[in-house]
């Protein structure tokens, strides 16, 4: 089965970096066909996409945030990467992994929505991260 689990720190101090890294098990990263995404979801606000790496290396990212936004990816250890800089405490945040069958910019390109939690086949816990001083 295949599992995605977040990791990283809880707390951020706002203008700092955040990263949060994604394992993936069941599965390898590198499988074809498959989106390896970052999403996070704000206290009265939906699910946004903030990027994706491709099993191919090839990243995309939201526009609001692609200035600001990395995703990388570590084959040998089977997990990606997200780091996130210049933080606000608006961005405090529930921020998850998932995995999905398309890059993000041709899913909303294609709905004309954001990201839905049935857009993606799988989906790691979420893991709570705070920006705060």
């Known amino acids: 089965q295949v599992q995605l689990q977040e990791s990283g720190p809880g707390l951020v101090k706002p203008s700092q970096t955040l990263s949060l890294t994604c394992t993936v098990s069941?599965?390898?990263?590198?499988?074809?066909?498959?989106?390896w995404t970052w999403i996070r979801q704000s206290p009265g606000k939906g699910l946004e996409w903030m990027g994706d790496?491709?099993?191919?290396?090839?990243?995309d990212y939201n526009p609001s945030l692609q200035s600001r936004t990395s995703v990388y990816r570590d084959t040998s250890k089977n997990h990606f990467t997200l780091q996130l800089s210049s933080v606000t405490p608006e961005e405090t945040a529930l921020y998850y992994c998932a995995r999905g069958r398309n890059p993000g910019s041709r899913l909303i390109a294609s709905t004309l929505r954001q990201v839905r939690k049935g857009d993606f086949g799988s989906w790691g816990q979420g893991t709570q991260v705070t920006v705060s001083s």
């Open positions: 069941g599965v390898s990263i590198t499988s074809n066909d498959y989106y």
């Open positions: 790496i491709g099993y191919n290396g090839i990243t």
